[in-house]
């Protein structure tokens, strides 16, 4: 069964301060939160990034896809990283379960040092995977890669181009597929690998087939000039620099407690998760900043 339209992960224009900022903004400030995630392990910053990507995806309009995303992925992702450090890592000291000699594992005993990491480093996954969705869905595609058409124009027309073909092949596919099960005895049937490798034959054949005939369109429009993209010029509004300024401050914070030397959390050898006032300050700071922008509705039509 299909998604409903409102939990779709795609791009929407929605009547959101972030989705009237401009589409290079919103992949900033998208990648600040990912690389606040990135440069920290402590669980308490984890936790309020996480709530901050969720609460920021709320308010932008895109909080079903975010809360679909993860249900469906925060189950399997949590279980997966914490049984394979469970089984693989032999750091820590405090063992809950002997499990004995398991072959080219050897030995292996769980810690609950073991057990703390992998749910940090799922939660750390968590909050990358939902920055970056929050991106996908709130950055217009076609702005995003247009921005980069003078740095490098043919690579964002390569990208572009990608991005707008994957659709039609996927529906190429489906119809392919459709008309197989329409032959005669199909129906009853489940289709086996030698069906599922035809499908895929004609839809790769077809692709190809199209990616020359739009070579030859964009070839006539003088598309393969070396001539770099004339460059828009435009004043930036009043959320551009109001998300710029957040994604800026906390990158800014994020850096600054990669590299300050004070109290940090450590899984091995023993579990040690301190609470100073910089972490709880920190934890605090992530979603007042992030979420300070979506207070000015100025120009935003319902």
Known sequence: ?????????????????????RATVVGAYCVALALAALLTEHPLLLGSLLATVLAAGAAAGNGPQLLRALRRSALPLLTLSVVVN????????????RLGDWGVLGQVNLTLEALVYGLVFALRLLVVGLA????????????????????????????????RLVPVLSADAGRLAEAQRCR????????GTRERLAVLRATVAGALERSLDVAA??????????????RRLGSRSRHDLAFAASAGAIALLAVAYALAGGARFHAYPLLSVPLDPAVAGLALAYPLIALAPFLDRQ????
């Open 132 to 163: 970056c969705l929050l991106a996908v869905c709130a950055a217009d595609p076609d702005r995003l890669l247009g921005s980069f058409g003078r740095l490098s124009p043919r690579v964002a027309l390569s990208a572009t181009l990608a991005l």
């Open 299 to 302: 120009g935003i039509e319902p």
């Open 217 to 230: 369109v964009l070839e006539m429009r003088g598309y393969p000039s070396p001539r770099r993209a004339p």
């Open 1 to 21: 069964m299909s998604a409903p339209a409102h939990a779709r992960i795609a791009y929407r224009r929605r009547a959101s301060p972030l989705h009237a900022a």
């Open 86 to 97: 469970l089984l693989v890592s032999r750091q820590g000291l405090t063992v809950f379960a």
């Open 184 to 191: 005669p005895g199909a129906a009853t049937r489940k289709p």
